[in-house]
């Protein structure tokens, strides 16, 4: 694709230094930014500002189901970002909405430079040096330390992503590295430059196939595939979800 100028591109927030972002809903982006969580309708253009993270410097941020947020500090921290069930009270004595919490699941990780999930998010991969890490995951909740899932070297690993087979996506300095949920290396994509981002996308009517590949000489690559990305199936179930909806007001109008 070929854009001619960027009339097409809109401005989703100005005056706030985004750090990291990442699609929570599709029509909503949660993003970092000033040293808060801020969620953009993109629908109706509202902004609301989640929670604050005073002296929290964030690497890298996915969204999970139940929004539910997984962010990587520079530190080498994990945090857990989700909203508790608030309380009821007693006779509305005591009462109170649910809450933002931040739950830190662990330290000393060091430096992550890519973070991502598989497609039913029990499994949690950490680019960290020349290797990935792998962690059992359950509702946003480690299940067992982040342990060695394959190397890279003698390239650093970078960016990740996960398609819905399982298999892992991950940038070194050659290109893509292709790996299976076993570990084993599937293939290489080589790119011209560094490959610095990676993620499966939907322009006009896609099925999350295609895998977009970024590098660092400012050039952006598409690959179409025979797989799809780990976001389909819930892609899917809500244009089902949708199609529902649409069904039953179409019944209420008869």
């Excluded at 005056?15 to 629908?43: C, K, M, W, Y």
């Excluded at 290489?188 to 430059?193: A, F, L, N, P, R």
């Excluded at 797989?227 to 809500?238: E, I, L, P, T």
Aim: hydrophobic residues 40%; aromatic residues 6%.
């Amino acid at each position: 694709w070929v854009w001619a100028e960027a009339s097409g591109l809109e401005q989703l927030a100005s005056n706030v230094p985004i750090e990291a972002h990442s699609i929570s809903a599709p029509a909503q982006i949660t993003f970092l930014g000033g040293q808060q969580i801020i969620e953009r309708d993109a629908d109706s253009g509202d902004l609301k500002p989640i929670v604050a993270l005073p002296g929290v410097s964030v690497n890298e941020l996915i969204s999970l189901s139940g929004g539910r947020t997984l962010l990587s500090t520079t530190d080498g921290r994990l945090l857990l970002l989700e909203l508790d069930d608030g309380q009821e009270g007693l006779g509305g004595i005591g009462a109170r909405p649910p809450e933002w919490q931040v739950m830190e699941l662990t330290s000393g990780l060091g430096d992550v430079h890519g973070m991502c999930v598989s497609s039913d998010e029990r499994a949690l991969f950490l680019a960290i040096g020349e290797e990935v890490l792998r962690a059992p995951m359950n509702e946003g909740r480690l299940e067992a330390m982040p342990a060695h899932f394959a190397s890279t070297a003698p390239s650093a690993s970078g960016a990740l992503t996960t398609d819905a087979q399982r298999n892992l996506y991950v940038c070194t300095e050659e290109g893509v590295v292709v790996f299976d949920e076993g570990a084993d290396r599937l293939l290489s994509i080589s790119t011209q430059g560094v490959a610095s981002g990676v993620c499966f996308g939907c322009f006009g009517g896609s099925t999350l196939s295609t895998l977009f590949i970024g590098c660092d000489d400012n050039s952006l690559w598409a690959l179409p595939t025979k797989v799809q990305g780990s976001d389909a199936s819930r892609s899917f179930k809500f244009l089902r979800n949708i199609e529902k909806q649409v069904q039953a007001q179409r019944h209420d109008g008869w």
